[in-house]
Protein backbone atom coordinates (compact mmCIF):
# COMPACT_ATOMS: atom_id res chain seq x y z
CA UNK A 1 0.00 0.00 0.00
CA UNK A 2 2.91 2.71 -1.23
CA UNK A 3 1.92 6.11 -0.38
CA UNK A 4 -1.15 6.29 -0.02
CA UNK A 5 -3.78 7.13 2.66
CA UNK A 6 -6.80 4.03 3.50
CA UNK A 7 -9.27 5.42 5.35
CA UNK A 8 -11.84 2.79 6.16
CA UNK A 9 -14.51 2.63 9.70
CA UNK A 10 -13.01 -0.81 10.82
CA UNK A 11 -16.95 -2.29 11.94
CA UNK A 12 -17.47 -2.77 8.21
CA UNK A 13 -14.30 -4.85 7.79
CA UNK A 14 -15.92 -7.54 8.03
CA UNK A 15 -18.85 -6.78 5.45
CA UNK A 16 -15.94 -5.58 3.10
CA UNK A 17 -13.99 -8.85 3.56
CA UNK A 18 -17.16 -10.72 2.19
CA UNK A 19 -17.42 -8.60 -1.28
CA UNK A 20 -15.29 -10.70 -4.17
CA UNK A 21 -13.60 -9.53 -7.03
CA UNK A 22 -16.29 -10.87 -9.86
CA UNK A 23 -13.37 -12.05 -11.42
CA UNK A 24 -11.45 -13.45 -9.00
CA UNK A 25 -13.75 -14.67 -6.19
CA UNK A 26 -10.93 -15.97 -4.06
CA UNK A 27 -10.07 -11.87 -3.56
CA UNK A 28 -11.95 -10.01 -1.65
CA UNK A 29 -12.14 -6.37 -2.28
CA UNK A 30 -9.63 -5.49 0.24
CA UNK A 31 -7.52 -7.74 -0.72
CA UNK A 32 -7.36 -6.11 -3.91
CA UNK A 33 -7.03 -3.05 -2.62
CA UNK A 34 -9.87 -1.33 -4.34
CA UNK A 35 -11.49 0.47 -1.47
CA UNK A 36 -9.64 3.45 -0.81
CA UNK A 37 -12.50 4.89 1.39
CA UNK A 38 -15.94 3.27 3.31
CA UNK A 39 -17.10 5.93 5.60
CA UNK A 40 -20.22 5.17 7.86
CA UNK A 41 -22.52 8.03 8.20
CA UNK A 42 -26.23 8.40 9.37
CA UNK A 43 -27.30 4.89 8.02
CA UNK A 44 -25.31 5.24 4.49
CA UNK A 45 -21.93 3.49 3.55
CA UNK A 46 -20.14 5.80 1.60
CA UNK A 47 -17.30 3.99 -0.90
CA UNK A 48 -14.42 5.25 -2.68
CA UNK A 49 -13.58 2.73 -5.48
CA UNK A 50 -10.76 2.67 -7.22
CA UNK A 51 -11.23 0.83 -11.02
CA UNK A 52 -8.50 -1.43 -11.58
CA UNK A 53 -8.52 -0.85 -15.32
CA UNK A 54 -10.95 2.04 -17.19
CA UNK A 55 -13.36 -0.71 -18.65
CA UNK A 56 -13.06 -3.17 -15.91
CA UNK A 57 -17.14 -4.68 -15.63
CA UNK A 58 -16.11 -5.84 -12.47
CA UNK A 59 -16.53 -2.85 -11.10
CA UNK A 60 -20.14 -2.21 -11.75
CA UNK A 61 -20.26 -5.85 -9.85
CA UNK A 62 -18.92 -4.67 -7.27
CA UNK A 63 -20.95 -1.50 -6.85
CA UNK A 64 -24.15 -3.99 -6.80
CA UNK A 65 -22.55 -6.35 -4.53
CA UNK A 66 -21.49 -3.61 -1.86
CA UNK A 67 -25.04 -2.67 -1.52
CA UNK A 68 -26.35 -6.20 -1.46
CA UNK A 69 -23.95 -7.06 1.13
CA UNK A 70 -25.43 -4.08 3.72
CA UNK A 71 -28.69 -4.40 2.48
CA UNK A 72 -29.29 -7.10 5.31
CA UNK A 73 -27.97 -4.80 7.85
CA UNK A 74 -30.60 -1.95 6.53
CA UNK A 75 -27.18 0.74 5.34
CA UNK A 76 -27.48 2.08 2.09
CA UNK A 77 -24.14 2.34 0.08
CA UNK A 78 -23.00 5.74 -2.24
CA UNK A 79 -20.27 4.36 -4.49
CA UNK A 80 -17.87 6.80 -5.70
CA UNK A 81 -15.24 5.87 -8.36
CA UNK A 82 -12.22 7.75 -7.85
CA UNK A 83 -9.50 7.35 -10.44
CA UNK A 84 -6.53 9.20 -8.95
CA UNK A 85 -4.31 7.92 -7.65
CA UNK A 86 -4.53 5.56 -10.03
CA UNK A 87 -4.74 1.70 -9.11
CA UNK A 88 -1.16 -0.45 -8.55
CA UNK A 89 -0.93 -4.25 -8.47
CA UNK A 90 1.48 -2.73 -5.43
CA UNK A 91 -2.30 -2.16 -3.60
CA UNK A 92 -3.06 -6.04 -4.03
CA UNK A 93 -2.18 -7.07 -0.41
CA UNK A 94 0.13 -10.29 0.54
CA UNK A 95 -2.46 -12.62 1.58
CA UNK A 96 -4.48 -11.39 -1.46
CA UNK A 97 -1.50 -12.22 -3.76
CA UNK A 98 -0.52 -15.73 -2.07
CA UNK A 99 -4.79 -16.27 -2.29
CA UNK A 100 -4.55 -15.46 -6.22
CA UNK A 101 -1.52 -18.21 -6.54
CA UNK A 102 -3.48 -20.82 -4.63
CA UNK A 103 -6.24 -20.16 -7.32
CA UNK A 104 -3.93 -20.57 -10.44
CA UNK A 105 -3.47 -17.04 -11.26
CA UNK A 106 0.13 -16.18 -10.91
CA UNK A 107 1.12 -13.02 -8.84
CA UNK A 108 2.80 -9.47 -10.82
CA UNK A 109 6.57 -9.54 -11.13
CA UNK A 110 8.05 -6.47 -10.67
CA UNK A 111 8.07 -3.50 -12.88
CA UNK A 112 11.46 -4.53 -14.47
CA UNK A 113 10.92 -8.08 -14.63
CA UNK A 114 7.03 -7.88 -16.08
CA UNK A 115 8.71 -5.96 -18.85
CA UNK A 116 11.73 -8.42 -19.43
CA UNK A 117 8.51 -11.41 -19.51
CA UNK A 118 5.79 -8.73 -21.31
CA UNK A 119 8.47 -7.72 -24.29
CA UNK A 120 11.63 -9.82 -24.49
CA UNK A 121 9.98 -13.19 -23.74
CA UNK A 122 11.85 -13.86 -20.68
CA UNK A 123 11.54 -16.91 -18.43
CA UNK A 124 10.66 -15.36 -15.06
CA UNK A 125 6.93 -15.84 -14.53
CA UNK A 126 6.45 -18.62 -11.51
CA UNK A 127 4.30 -21.64 -12.73
CA UNK A 128 1.45 -21.31 -10.14
CA UNK A 129 1.07 -25.17 -10.85
CA UNK A 130 4.70 -26.60 -10.37
CA UNK A 131 6.68 -23.73 -9.47
CA UNK A 132 8.83 -23.79 -12.54
CA UNK A 133 10.18 -20.65 -14.28
CA UNK A 134 10.26 -22.43 -17.30
CA UNK A 135 7.26 -20.36 -19.04
CA UNK A 136 6.47 -18.43 -21.49
CA UNK A 137 4.06 -15.51 -22.80
CA UNK A 138 1.27 -16.53 -25.24
CA UNK A 139 -0.83 -13.78 -25.38
CA UNK A 140 -0.07 -10.50 -23.91
CA UNK A 141 -3.83 -10.41 -23.21
CA UNK A 142 -5.80 -12.92 -21.03
CA UNK A 143 -9.15 -13.49 -19.89
CA UNK A 144 -9.71 -10.21 -18.19
CA UNK A 145 -8.07 -6.87 -19.07
CA UNK A 146 -5.64 -7.26 -15.51
CA UNK A 147 -4.23 -10.76 -16.87
CA UNK A 148 -1.88 -12.01 -19.67
CA UNK A 149 -1.62 -15.63 -21.09
CA UNK A 150 1.01 -18.02 -20.36
CA UNK A 151 2.22 -21.77 -20.48
CA UNK A 152 4.24 -23.72 -18.60
CA UNK A 153 6.63 -25.80 -20.33
CA UNK A 154 7.29 -27.77 -17.33
CA UNK A 155 4.01 -29.29 -16.47
CA UNK A 156 2.60 -27.84 -19.98
CA UNK A 157 -0.62 -26.55 -18.20
CA UNK A 158 -2.01 -22.85 -19.58
CA UNK A 159 -2.36 -20.63 -16.53
CA UNK A 160 -2.68 -16.65 -16.28
CA UNK A 161 -0.47 -14.63 -14.91
CA UNK A 162 -1.35 -11.23 -13.30
CA UNK A 163 0.02 -7.78 -15.29
CA UNK A 164 2.09 -5.51 -13.11
CA UNK A 165 0.56 -2.08 -13.47
CA UNK A 166 2.17 0.62 -11.79
CA UNK B 1 -23.05 24.85 -18.40
CA UNK B 2 -19.59 25.76 -16.80
CA UNK B 3 -17.55 25.78 -20.26
CA UNK B 4 -19.55 24.77 -23.56
CA UNK B 5 -15.52 24.81 -24.95
CA UNK B 6 -14.44 22.14 -21.81
CA UNK B 7 -17.49 19.78 -23.04
CA UNK B 8 -16.93 20.03 -26.30
CA UNK B 9 -13.30 19.26 -25.81
CA UNK B 10 -13.99 16.79 -23.40
CA UNK B 11 -16.14 14.73 -26.37
CA UNK B 12 -13.51 15.69 -29.10
CA UNK B 13 -11.18 13.15 -26.94
CA UNK B 14 -13.71 10.83 -25.99
CA UNK B 15 -15.33 10.36 -29.39
CA UNK B 16 -12.42 8.78 -30.67
CA UNK B 17 -12.14 6.40 -27.50
CA UNK B 18 -15.62 5.61 -28.63
CA UNK B 19 -15.87 5.15 -31.92
CA UNK B 20 -12.58 2.89 -32.11
CA UNK B 21 -13.49 0.86 -29.35
CA UNK B 22 -16.50 0.60 -31.37
CA UNK B 23 -15.14 -0.88 -34.41
CA UNK B 24 -12.97 -3.21 -32.73
CA UNK B 25 -15.71 -4.73 -30.54
CA UNK B 26 -17.36 -5.72 -33.98
CA UNK B 27 -14.57 -8.20 -34.08
CA UNK B 28 -15.40 -9.93 -30.85
CA UNK B 29 -15.56 -13.70 -32.15
CA UNK B 30 -14.34 -12.99 -35.56
CA UNK B 31 -10.73 -12.63 -35.06
CA UNK B 32 -7.88 -14.40 -36.91
CA UNK B 33 -6.84 -16.72 -33.98
CA UNK B 34 -8.29 -16.85 -30.24
CA UNK B 35 -5.18 -14.30 -28.86
CA UNK B 36 -5.91 -11.78 -31.60
CA UNK B 37 -9.48 -11.85 -30.82
CA UNK B 38 -8.83 -11.44 -27.11
CA UNK B 39 -6.43 -8.78 -27.45
CA UNK B 40 -8.84 -6.74 -29.95
CA UNK B 41 -11.69 -7.00 -27.37
CA UNK B 42 -9.09 -6.23 -24.16
CA UNK B 43 -8.24 -3.18 -26.46
CA UNK B 44 -12.11 -2.00 -27.00
CA UNK B 45 -12.73 -2.32 -23.38
CA UNK B 46 -9.99 -0.22 -22.47
CA UNK B 47 -11.21 2.48 -24.56
CA UNK B 48 -14.75 2.27 -23.54
CA UNK B 49 -13.50 2.26 -20.22
CA UNK B 50 -11.79 5.60 -20.55
CA UNK B 51 -14.45 7.09 -22.79
CA UNK B 52 -17.33 6.21 -19.83
CA UNK B 53 -15.17 8.42 -17.36
CA UNK B 54 -14.85 11.60 -20.22
CA UNK B 55 -18.45 10.93 -20.74
CA UNK B 56 -19.09 11.00 -16.74
CA UNK B 57 -16.99 13.92 -16.56
CA UNK B 58 -19.07 15.81 -19.59
CA UNK B 59 -21.90 14.65 -18.94
CA UNK B 60 -21.73 16.12 -15.02
CA UNK B 61 -20.42 19.70 -16.79
CA UNK B 62 -23.44 19.82 -19.14
CA UNK B 63 -25.38 21.36 -16.42
CA UNK B 64 -28.97 19.01 -18.07
CA UNK B 65 -30.07 16.18 -16.55
CA UNK B 66 -28.09 14.20 -19.32
CA UNK B 67 -25.65 10.84 -18.50
CA UNK B 68 -22.90 9.11 -19.99
CA UNK B 69 -25.51 6.96 -22.33
CA UNK B 70 -27.36 10.03 -23.32
CA UNK B 71 -23.87 11.63 -25.04
CA UNK B 72 -23.18 7.83 -26.74
CA UNK B 73 -26.19 6.67 -27.66
CA UNK B 74 -28.45 9.68 -28.77
CA UNK B 75 -26.56 12.46 -30.54
CA UNK B 76 -26.89 12.67 -34.47
CA UNK B 77 -24.40 11.94 -36.68
CA UNK B 78 -22.57 15.12 -36.82
CA UNK B 79 -22.52 15.67 -33.42
CA UNK B 80 -19.49 13.11 -32.89
CA UNK B 81 -16.58 14.85 -33.00
CA UNK B 82 -13.91 11.74 -33.82
CA UNK B 83 -11.24 11.36 -36.60
CA UNK B 84 -12.09 9.70 -39.57
CA UNK B 85 -9.13 7.37 -38.91
CA UNK B 86 -11.55 5.67 -35.79
CA UNK B 87 -14.35 5.35 -37.85
CA UNK B 88 -12.58 3.01 -41.02
CA UNK B 89 -14.25 -0.60 -41.39
CA UNK B 90 -12.41 -3.63 -40.64
CA UNK B 91 -11.14 -5.22 -43.63
CA UNK B 92 -7.97 -7.28 -42.96
CA UNK B 93 -6.09 -7.84 -39.82
CA UNK B 94 -3.49 -5.91 -41.34
CA UNK B 95 -5.65 -2.76 -41.79
CA UNK B 96 -6.90 -3.15 -38.68
CA UNK B 97 -3.57 -3.30 -36.47
CA UNK B 98 -2.49 -0.60 -38.97
CA UNK B 99 -5.14 1.63 -38.14
CA UNK B 100 -4.77 0.80 -34.62
CA UNK B 101 -1.12 1.58 -34.67
CA UNK B 102 -1.63 5.14 -35.97
CA UNK B 103 -4.03 6.07 -33.98
CA UNK B 104 -2.21 5.17 -30.92
CA UNK B 105 1.00 6.27 -31.58
CA UNK B 106 -1.12 9.68 -31.80
CA UNK B 107 -3.48 8.92 -28.17
CA UNK B 108 -0.27 8.01 -26.11
CA UNK B 109 1.57 11.04 -27.19
CA UNK B 110 -1.67 12.93 -26.58
CA UNK B 111 -2.37 11.35 -23.05
CA UNK B 112 1.04 12.22 -21.56
CA UNK B 113 0.20 15.80 -22.42
CA UNK B 114 -3.16 15.87 -20.66
CA UNK B 115 -1.85 14.05 -17.39
CA UNK B 116 -0.34 17.42 -17.24
CA UNK B 117 -3.88 19.19 -17.81
CA UNK B 118 -4.81 21.90 -15.37
CA UNK B 119 -8.29 19.89 -14.88
CA UNK B 120 -7.96 17.47 -12.43
CA UNK B 121 -10.53 14.88 -14.18
CA UNK B 122 -8.91 15.02 -17.35
CA UNK B 123 -5.74 14.58 -15.54
CA UNK B 124 -6.75 11.78 -13.64
CA UNK B 125 -8.22 10.13 -16.38
CA UNK B 126 -5.23 10.49 -18.77
CA UNK B 127 -2.82 8.85 -16.49
CA UNK B 128 -5.22 5.97 -15.88
CA UNK B 129 -4.83 5.89 -19.74
CA UNK B 130 -1.29 5.84 -20.10
CA UNK B 131 -1.28 2.71 -18.73
CA UNK B 132 -3.12 1.08 -20.81
CA UNK B 133 -2.74 2.42 -24.10
CA UNK B 134 1.32 1.84 -23.96
CA UNK B 135 0.34 -1.75 -23.91
CA UNK B 136 -2.03 -0.94 -26.81
CA UNK B 137 0.51 0.41 -28.86
CA UNK B 138 3.11 -2.57 -27.83
CA UNK B 139 0.69 -4.97 -29.45
CA UNK B 140 -0.39 -3.37 -32.50
CA UNK B 141 3.23 -2.04 -33.13
CA UNK B 142 4.36 -5.49 -32.61
CA UNK B 143 1.56 -6.84 -35.37
CA UNK B 144 2.59 -4.09 -37.72
CA UNK B 145 6.48 -4.85 -37.68
CA UNK B 146 5.71 -8.12 -38.14
CA UNK B 147 3.49 -8.41 -40.93
CA UNK B 148 5.77 -5.37 -42.73
CA UNK B 149 8.85 -7.57 -42.19
CA UNK B 150 7.31 -11.08 -42.68
CA UNK B 151 6.55 -13.25 -46.29
CA UNK B 152 5.74 -11.44 -49.37
CA UNK B 153 2.10 -11.47 -49.17
CA UNK B 154 2.28 -9.98 -45.46
CA UNK B 155 4.15 -7.02 -46.73
CA UNK B 156 2.06 -6.43 -49.75
CA UNK B 157 -1.01 -6.24 -47.17
CA UNK B 158 0.68 -4.27 -44.87
CA UNK B 159 1.76 -1.78 -47.02
CA UNK B 160 -1.39 -1.38 -49.11
CA UNK B 161 -3.27 -0.83 -45.16
CA UNK B 162 -0.60 2.10 -44.12
CA UNK B 163 -0.59 3.14 -47.69
CA UNK B 164 -5.10 3.41 -47.41
CA UNK B 165 -5.26 4.52 -43.63
CA UNK B 166 -1.84 7.35 -44.54
CA UNK B 167 -4.62 10.70 -45.42
CA UNK B 168 -6.67 10.05 -42.61
CA UNK B 169 -2.88 10.94 -40.38
CA UNK B 170 -3.02 14.98 -40.52
CA UNK B 171 -6.30 15.50 -39.33
CA UNK B 172 -5.16 14.15 -36.00
CA UNK B 173 -3.26 17.69 -35.39
CA UNK B 174 -5.92 19.83 -36.36
CA UNK B 175 -7.05 22.08 -33.52
CA UNK B 176 -10.86 22.90 -33.43
CA UNK B 177 -11.78 26.27 -31.95
CA UNK B 178 -12.63 24.79 -28.41
CA UNK B 179 -8.92 23.00 -28.76
CA UNK B 180 -7.43 26.29 -29.24
CA UNK B 181 -9.47 28.07 -26.26
CA UNK B 182 -8.64 25.00 -23.67
CA UNK B 183 -4.73 24.80 -24.64
CA UNK B 184 -4.69 28.78 -23.89
CA UNK B 185 -6.19 27.58 -20.41
CA UNK B 186 -3.69 24.53 -19.75
CA UNK B 187 -6.30 22.06 -19.87
CA UNK B 188 -6.16 21.13 -23.02
CA UNK B 189 -3.68 19.82 -25.63
CA UNK B 190 -2.17 21.44 -28.10
CA UNK B 191 -2.36 18.47 -30.70
CA UNK B 192 -0.45 20.58 -32.94
CA UNK B 193 2.36 20.15 -31.48
CA UNK B 194 2.70 17.00 -31.40
CA UNK B 195 3.02 16.13 -35.40
CA UNK B 196 6.43 16.22 -35.36
CA UNK B 197 6.86 13.41 -32.58
CA UNK B 198 4.28 11.43 -34.06
CA UNK B 199 5.48 11.31 -37.81
CA UNK B 200 9.22 10.21 -36.70
CA UNK B 201 7.98 7.69 -34.53
CA UNK B 202 5.52 6.45 -37.02
CA UNK B 203 8.12 6.28 -39.91
CA UNK B 204 10.70 4.85 -37.82
CA UNK B 205 8.66 1.80 -37.19
CA UNK B 206 7.85 1.66 -40.89
CA UNK B 207 11.45 1.51 -41.62
CA UNK B 208 11.76 -1.17 -39.00
CA UNK B 209 9.02 -3.31 -40.97
CA UNK B 210 10.33 -2.40 -43.98
CA UNK B 211 7.89 -0.21 -45.08
CA UNK B 212 7.55 2.18 -47.13
CA UNK B 213 6.52 5.61 -45.92
CA UNK B 214 3.03 6.65 -48.30
CA UNK B 215 4.11 9.55 -50.08
CA UNK B 216 0.53 10.75 -50.57
CA UNK B 217 0.31 14.38 -50.37
CA UNK B 218 -3.47 14.33 -50.16
CA UNK B 219 -5.58 14.18 -46.77
CA UNK B 220 -9.05 13.84 -45.89
CA UNK B 221 -10.29 15.65 -42.94
CA UNK B 222 -13.55 16.63 -41.52
CA UNK B 223 -14.36 14.04 -38.59
CA UNK B 224 -13.44 16.86 -35.88
CA UNK B 225 -16.08 19.54 -37.42
CA UNK B 226 -18.73 16.60 -37.39
CA UNK B 227 -18.41 16.07 -41.19
CA UNK B 228 -17.99 11.95 -41.42
CA UNK B 229 -17.18 9.80 -44.34
CA UNK B 230 -20.14 6.93 -45.35
CA UNK B 231 -19.14 4.34 -42.82
CA UNK B 232 -19.88 6.43 -39.76
CA UNK B 233 -23.95 6.10 -40.58
CA UNK B 234 -23.68 2.27 -40.62
CA UNK B 235 -21.41 2.43 -37.86
CA UNK B 236 -23.64 4.51 -35.48
CA UNK B 237 -26.58 2.36 -36.58
CA UNK B 238 -25.14 -0.61 -34.59
CA UNK B 239 -23.81 1.48 -31.67
CA UNK B 240 -27.69 2.91 -31.14
CA UNK B 241 -29.91 0.42 -32.42
CA UNK B 242 -31.08 -0.52 -28.77
CA UNK B 243 -31.46 2.84 -27.17
CA UNK B 244 -33.24 4.14 -30.37
CA UNK B 245 -35.84 0.57 -30.56
CA UNK B 246 -36.27 0.78 -26.66
CA UNK B 247 -35.63 4.15 -25.47
CA UNK B 248 -34.22 4.64 -21.97
CA UNK B 249 -33.82 0.54 -21.81
CA UNK B 250 -31.43 -0.38 -18.64
CA UNK B 251 -29.75 -3.19 -18.91
Redesign the interface.
Given at each position: MTGTQITIDTHLLPILGQVSDPEIPVLSVLDLGVIREAIEKDGTVYVKLT?T?????AMDVIGDDLKIAFAPLGKKVEVE?V??P?WSTDWISESGLQKMEAYGIARPLSESADKDV??AGAKKVICPQCKSTDTHL??????T?CKA?FKCEACLEPFDYFKC?? | MKSEHLYNYILGIADNSLILGQRLGELCGHGPSLETDIAGTNISLDLIGQTRSYYQYAAKISGENKTEDDIAFLRLERHYKNVLLVEQPNTHFGFVMGRQYLFDVFHLLLLKELQLSKDETLAAIAKKGIKEVSYHKRFSGDWVKRLGDGTPQSTAKMQEAIDDLWPYTQELFDMTDSDTAMALEGVGVDVSKLKKAYYKEVTDLFELATLEVPQSTYFSRGGKKGVHSEHMGYLLADLQYMQRTYPNMQW
Amino acid sequence: MTGTQITIDTHLLPILGQVSDPEIPVLSVLDLGVIREAIEKDGTVYVKLTPTYSGCPAMDVIGDDLKIAFAPLGKKVEVELVLAPAWSTDWISESGLQKMEAYGIARPLSESADKDVLLAGAKKVICPQCKSTDTHLVSQFGSTACKALFKCEACLEPFDYFKCLK
Amino acid sequence: MKSEHLYNYILGIADNSLILGQRLGELCGHGPSLETDIAGTNISLDLIGQTRSYYQYAAKISGENKTEDDIAFLRLERHYKNVLLVEQPNTHFGFVMGRQYLFDVFHLLLLKELQLSKDETLAAIAKKGIKEVSYHKRFSGDWVKRLGDGTPQSTAKMQEAIDDLWPYTQELFDMTDSDTAMALEGVGVDVSKLKKAYYKEVTDLFELATLEVPQSTYFSRGGKKGVHSEHMGYLLADLQYMQRTYPNMQW
